[in-house]
């Protein structure tokens, strides 16, 4: 098992429709969550940055965590056909390692 | 600065033939990093520097890997006797040692892909 799960998709929506991408974790003692957006060829950059449980709000984007059932998600909410990458959740200890999800690839059509 | 560079973007190589790989991270940041990705994957660990030390490496990076980060600066991700299943986008990530000792922002390169024939 894969300590970030993460559904590949692809996803595919219309331009200004919420989307809502989710993960599940299993290490316990992860304390960081984090979401990148990778666009083609390139590395990814972060999102959003969460620690511990809750919600966190950045303009369009929401990230939530809760600890008790180990599930992340992201919300876009009036998405753009800019938004349209590859959403990377991402989990840390507190130590030296960020282990990644697979990624979901995100296509919001104009 | 100009972020973390890597050089070469794209190398197509000859299975049993070396490669090396040259990161150049945010020049303030002590902390580096090497991540695989294959393709409809997440990136992978694969080892970390502080400074100059290498603290950390996979059980990913066989002994055919090596990487150093010689004066804490610049890194090189070498591969010896490439296999077709080294195959992968090669990625280098730079950060600063959060204040609670996480991790903290990784800023990554845009890369360096290897393609073994």
């Known amino acids: 098992q894969k300590e970030v799960e993460q559904d590949p998709g692809p996803l595919s929506v219309p331009e200004g429709a919420i989307v809502s991408l989710n993960c599940t974790y299993s290490?316990?003692?992860?304390?960081?969550f984090m979401w990148y957006r990778q666009y083609s060829r390139k590395g990814p950059e972060l999102l959003m940055y969460?620690?511990?449980?809750g919600n966190k709000e950045d303009g369009r984007f929401t990230a939530q965590v809760d600890k008790s059932s180990k599930y992340i998600s992201l919300f876009i909410r009036d998405s753009q056909p800019s938004d349209s990458a590859t959403y990377l959740c991402?989990?840390?200890?507190?130590?030296?390692?960020?282990?990644f999800g697979a990624g979901t690839r995100l296509f919001v059509k104009a | 600065d100009t972020g973390v560079s890597q050089d070469p973007r794209h190398k197509i190589t000859k299975r049993g033939q070396n490669v090396t790989f040259r990161c150049d991270p945010i020049?303030?940041?002590?902390?580096l990093y090497w991540y695989r990705q294959t393709l409809g994957q997440g990136p992978e660990f694969l080892t970390y520097?502080?400074?100059?030390?290498?603290?950390?490496k996979s059980r990913l990076l066989s002994d055919r890997f090596s990487a150093e980060r010689p004066k804490g600066s610049f890194s090189t991700l070498e591969i010896q006797r490439t296999e077709q299943g080294d195959s992968a986008m090669y990625l280098c990530?730079?950060?600063?040692?959060?204040?609670?000792?996480?991790?903290?922002?990784?800023?990554f390169g845009e890369g360096s892909r290897l393609t073994v024939l």
């Open positions: 990530a730079s950060s600063l040692l959060g204040g609670r000792g996480n991790t903290g922002e990784l800023f």
């Open positions: 991402a989990s840390d200890t507190g130590g030296f390692k960020t282990i």
């Open positions: 520097f502080q400074n100059e030390a290498q603290l950390e």
């Open positions: 290490n316990s003692a992860f304390q960081y």
């Open positions: 020049s303030e940041h002590n902390r």
């Open positions: 969460t620690y511990s449980s």
